[in-house]
C-alpha cells in the first residue's frame, strides 16, 4: 500500500515556474512507476508526465514537452514536477499517481488527494 501527498501548487504568472512534489509513505515506492496527471474543470483527466522505478526513463504528453520535468528520489520517496514557462492552459488540479506506468489513469493504482495549479495571464 502507498499513500500519496502533493505540495507546491498555488497561484502564478504565465511564464512562471512552479514544482510539485509528492511524497510517498510506504516501503514499496522505488518498485514503483509514477505518473502526474492533471484535470481542468470540465475535462477528463489527462497525463501530464511518468517516470519508470529507477527514473532512467521519463515520458512527457505533448502539451508540456520542452517545459516540464518529473524526476524521483526513491531515497526520499518523492516524486517531483518541475513546470516551466507555465501558461493558462496549465491550470488544473495535479495528481500524482503510482503504479504500472504508461499514459492512462487506469494504469496507476495509487493516487493522491491533488494539488491546485493556478496560471495567470
Known amino acids: 500500500q502507498v499513500q500519496l501527498l502533493e505540495s507546491g501548487g498555488g497561484l502564478v504568472q504565465a511564464g512562471g515556474s512552479l514544482r510539485l512534489s509528492c511524497a510517498a509513505s510506504?516501503?514499496?515506492?522505488?518498485?514503483?512507476?509514477m505518473g502526474w496527471f492533471r484535470q481542468a474543470p470540465g475535462k477528463e483527466r489527462e497525463f501530464v508526465a511518468g517516470i519508470n522505478w529507477s527514473g532512467e526513463r521519463k515520458y512527457y504528453g505533448n502539451p508540456v514537452k520542452g517545459r516540464f520535468t518529473i524526476s524521483r528520489d526513491n531515497a526520499k520517496n518523492t516524486v517531483y514536477l518541475q513546470m516551466n514557462s507555465l501558461k493558462p492552459e496549465d491550470t488544473a488540479v495535479y495528481y500524482c499517481?503510482?503504479?504500472?506506468?504508461?499514459?492512462?489513469?487506469?494504469?496507476?493504482?495509487?493516487w493522491g488527494q491533488g494539488t491546485q495549479v493556478t496560471v495567470s495571464s
Open positions: 510506504g516501503r514499496t515506492f522505488s518498485s514503483y512507476a
Open positions: 499517481a503510482g503504479g504500472r506506468g504508461a499514459t492512462i489513469p487506469t494504469d496507476y493504482d495509487y
